[in-house]
């Protein structure tokens, strides 16, 4: 079984367009853990044009699952994994007025300064993930600096997918995920995953998280959270 950890950034979106709270990313937690979710996930960005930090304090509280908090590592940032200790962090090279993360890091660039806070935040009992793309001497690189696991960025493979011209760019993926299972490296995978495409990725062998939170909130428009989760996670226990 793949664990599904759902991305709740759209929710807190569509409660900030009014002032009254609603809908709320608290009872929407709630229904994804009751339908079975195996995690939730926030990506608090510096505007807090999504979740704000005020709801990853209040999620801390009441999560009986795990909590994977993503972002880029900015001062403000850290401080707020310093003081909630997720489960995991998942750290994504997104500019703060980034429309939504859109690559993996360059670690030859960036790992010299993300090694000690990778280093940190394990000692703080913290899982630690690197969003990265494909390439595989990023992989490696990964493993150098000691993250634990790495989040596939999903994307190029659910554009591929929609274009019906996937193949190419799904053997990448599987590529991708082997090299880093072979170092030691979990693999997590997500961004643009839905009910149509997410069967075929998950055809990869030991994939251990997804995290989805777009495709899931508008399928909840039709058919309701609950059922969305259930409906994701049917997929996901058949690996
Ligand atoms: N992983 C990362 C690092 C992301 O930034 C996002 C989007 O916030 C996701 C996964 C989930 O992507 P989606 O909302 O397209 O399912």
Redesign the pocket.
């Known amino acids: 079984m793949i664990n599904l950890s759902v ?1 709740l ?1 759209k929710v807190a979106l569509l409660r900030n367009s009014r002032n009254f709270g609603i809908p709320s990313v608290i009872k929407a937690a709630s229904t994804c853990i009751q339908a079975g979710a195996h995690g939730i996930t926030v ?1 608090p960005r510096p505007d807090e044009r999504h979740i704000k930090s005020k709801d990853v304090y209040e999620l801390a509280e009441m999560l009986t699952v795990e909590f994977n908090i ?1 972002g880029n590592p900015s001062s403000q940032f850290l401080n707020i994994i310093r003081e909630v200790k997720p489960t995991q962090c ?1 750290l ?1 090279p997104d500019a703060p007025d980034a429309f ?2 859109d690559h993996g890091w360059d670690l030859a660039t960036n790992g010299f300064w993300l090694k000690p806070i990778i280093q940190e935040l394990k000692e703080l009992g913290i899982r630690v993930s690197l ?1 990265l793309d494909t390439d595989l001497t990023q992989i490696e690189l990964a493993k150098e600096i000691g993250a634990d696991r790495i ?1 596939l960025y999903t994307e190029p493979y659910a554009t591929a997918f929609r274009k019906d011209d996937v193949e190419s760019v799904f053997q990448k993926y599987q590529q991708a995920a082997k090299k880093a299972q072979e170092i030691g490296l979990g693999v997590n995978a ?4 839905n009910l149509q495409n997410l069967e075929k990725f998950c055809s990869i062998p030991n994939i251990l998280e997804v ?5 899931l909130v508008a399928d909840a428009l039709d058919i309701g959270l609950f059922n969305a989760v259930k409906e994701y996670l049917k997929i996901l226990s058949t690996n």
């Open positions: 991305n950034n990506h993503e998942t994504v939504t993360s969003f989040e997500g961004h643009d995953l995290s989805i939170g777009h495709a």
